[in-house]
């Protein structure tokens, strides 16, 4: 018993510092019903509850995703499938972050242009969207095809906001958050969202 009271005391202490949550992983412990997961009811008096507890309520959250590169379609594509309200901002005009290269980014942090990939496609697709066949080293404009075909497969275009970039997040109330975006065009919006999942990658 004393175990699992520690481990509950070290979830909460986690989740009490990131107050920005969109996330599917379970907190689990050997709880006294042997089940292995905490239940529901210990998150009640927590001041910020992940998106995965609000799907076992039968809450839908209304979530904003930064970034459409890798980490961020996957995202999308999991907050959807639980049921969640998802829009996502992503700055460029089209999915896969560093991996997606345009005319005039020589300053932005990209891909190199003779890239290949030293990890198989066995080790880099994502487990629901697996490719067929043994296994490939891809250059970055395969991988990149590989991104986009994710993307159309499971519609996740129709989620992201492109061209678009996230200015500020601010929070307003308890478990509400104002995001302020700015397009090319230099108009500005601002929304609310219950939660936020950043995915800009490591380089921003």
């Given amino acids: 018993m004393s175990r699992l009271i520690a481990k509950l ?22 709880a006294p ?12 008096d927590l001041q910020h509850v992940p998106c995965h507890v ?27 499938d639980e ?20 005319d005039g980014d020589e300053d932005e942090m990209k891909v ?4 290949i990939l030293t ?7 994502y487990s629901d969207f697996m ?8 250059t970055h404009k395969e991988y990149l095809r590989y991104l986009n075909s994710y993307a159309d497969a499971f519609g996740l275009r129709k989620h992201i906001v ?16 104002c995001v302020t975006t700015s397009s090319r065009s230099g108009a500005r919006l601002e929304r609310t969202f219950e939660a936020i999942a950043i995915c800009a990658g490591p380089f921003r």
């Avoid at 019903?33 to 009640?44: H, K, L």
């Avoid at 049921?83 to 345009?102: A, L, N, P, Y």
């Fill in 9 to 30: 005391d070290y979830a909460r202490q986690r989740l009490s510092r990131w107050p920005i949550l969109a996330r599917r992983r379970r907190f689990r412990a050997v």
């Fill in 33 to 44: 019903d042997g089940s292995g997961q905490y239940p529901v009811e210990f998150f009640r």
């Fill in 54 to 80: 609000a799907t076992w309520r039968g809450m839908s959250m209304k979530v904003c995703v930064l970034g459409a590169g890798p980490s961020g379609l996957t995202t999308i594509k999991q907050l959807v």
């Fill in 83 to 102: 049921g969640h309200d998802v829009t996502c901002f992503e700055k460029q005009g089209s999915v896969g972050g560093i991996w997606s290269r345009h």
């Fill in 112 to 115: 190199f242009d003779n890239l």
């Fill in 119 to 125: 990890i198989s496609m066995k080790l880099m697709a």
């Fill in 131 to 138: 490719p067929e066949g043994e296994r490939t080293f891809c």
């Fill in 162 to 177: 492109f061209n678009t970039g996230v200015e500020e997040i601010r929070k307003i109330d308890e478990g509400q958050w």
